[in-house]
């Protein structure tokens, strides 16, 4: 079936390391990438998202880079905080039909002080 | 503005039994979706309404799921009967645009004994 795979599934840091985290798409066509974040509790959010017209896009302390050749793209978080611990989740469109995203299955990112 | 709300937020039913869960989507929201998480894997896709209409259903397991929207407002997703590999964390999601940012509930979380 298809899947949207995402590594690493746990990252542990220190505060102020960056974090980084990968997902690999199947499908050449996809044009939206988002990022959600689930805190313990929590609903999943968006972060941040990215268009297939653009290999980069910044918000603060986080940026998102796609690469469409080799249909991957990763979440990067800078200076990284306690409070940037939770469960991020990357998505891409399915390929059988573009109205759903797939979701990968998830990093859990936790930020020592 | 209210976000999505689900009910209930946690449901232990013995197998065999039945367990309705609702969801009522942020309001002018055509789009709803439901997904489910079993423990520490993707965010897995049920299925997706427009307004009242069911526009995909691909991921719904089996004929013991059953989805409805009655007025293309509130959602409700029964099990009927329940097994074990039910259990999990269901999420429902609604969004104005396809493809655009999924505004998610806190998740109805399914326990079956």
């Known amino acids: 079936g298809e899947n949207v795979e995402q590594h690493p599934s746990t990252l542990s840091v220190q505060e102020g390391d960056s974090a980084v985290i990968k997902c690999t798409y199947s499908?050449?066509?996809?044009?939206?990438f988002p990022w959600y974040k689930q805190e313990l509790g929590k609903r999943p959010q968006l972060i941040i998202d990215?268009?297939?017209?653009?290999g980069e896009k910044k918000d603060q302390r986080i940026a998102v880079t796609l690469n469409k050749t080799a249909k991957h793209f990763s979440l990067h978080i800078t200076e990284t905080q306690p409070e940037d611990s939770a469960v991020y989740f990357c998505?891409?469109?399915?390929?059988?039909?573009?109205?759903?995203?797939?979701f990968g299955a998830g990093t859990r990112l936790a930020v020592h002080p | 503005e209210a976000g999505v709300t689900q009910f209930p937020s946690h449901s232990v039913i013995e197998k065999g039994q039945t367990v309705t869960l609702r969801c009522d989507p942020i309001?002018?929201?055509?789009?709803l979706y439901w997904y489910r998480r079993v423990m520490g894997k993707e965010i897995k896709f049920l299925l997706h309404?427009?307004?009242?209409?069911?526009?995909?259903e691909s991921g719904m397991p089996n004929n013991r799921f059953l989805a409805e929207r009655t007025g293309g407002t509130y959602s409700t997703l029964k099990v009927q009967p329940a097994e074990l590999e039910d259990s999990g964390v269901y999420f429902c999601?609604?969004?104005?645009?396809?493809?655009?940012?999924?505004?998610f509930g806190e998740g109805s979380r399914l326990t079956v004994l």
């Open positions: 990215i268009r297939s017209n653009v």
């Open positions: 499908d050449s066509a996809s044009n939206y």
């Open positions: 309001s002018g929201h055509d789009n």
């Open positions: 999601a609604s969004s104005q645009d396809l493809l655009g940012e999924l505004f």
């Open positions: 998505a891409a469109p399915s390929k059988k039909g573009y109205n759903k995203l797939i």
């Open positions: 309404f427009v307004k009242e209409s069911k526009q995909d």
